[in-house]
């Protein structure tokens, strides 16, 4: 069973940064995939950025492509995810997630990840 706690949200002005940060109990975190999702109110979850097991590759969404940037630490079980240059639209609940499998490329589909984290709220006002 893995649990994960996310943390570091908050409400801030357009153009700020936050860092958010996903701690991971368990003893595959290493070893599994990652993303960061998110879901603004009335909207569908939609994928915003993923990492592979080792950190070597990355993916992010067009809408913050160049803005936030998602990293690991195997050795703290934690995953970031630095979101610069804030904007009304990135308001939201940001989820991270942890692969079905050991050893996978990152994902942008939501079906491929089996455990959530119960969210952390951003607030990015204009």
């Known amino acids: 069973q893995v649990q994960l706690v996310e943390s570091g949200g908050g409400l801030v002005q357009a153009g700020s940064s936050l860092t958010l940060s996903c701690a991971a109990s368990g003893p595959t975190f290493s070893s599994k995939a990652m993303g960061w999702f998110r879901q603004a109110p009335g909207q569908e979850r939609e994928f915003v950025a993923a990492?592979?097991?080792?950190?070597?590759?990355?993916i992010d969404a067009d809408s913050v492509k160049g803005r936030f940037t998602i990293s690991r630490d195997n050795a703290k079980n934690t995953m970031y995810l630095q979101m610069n240059s804030l904007k009304p639209d990135d308001t939201g609940v940001y989820y991270c997630?942890?692969?079905?499998?050991?050893?996978?490329?990152?994902?942008?589909?939501?079906?491929?990840?089996?455990?959530w984290g119960q969210g952390t709220q951003v607030t990015v006002s204009s």
């Open positions: 990492i592979s097991w080792d950190g070597r590759n990355t």
């Open positions: 997630a942890s692969a079905f499998t050991l050893y996978g490329f990152p994902s942008r589909d939501s079906k491929n990840y089996a455990y």
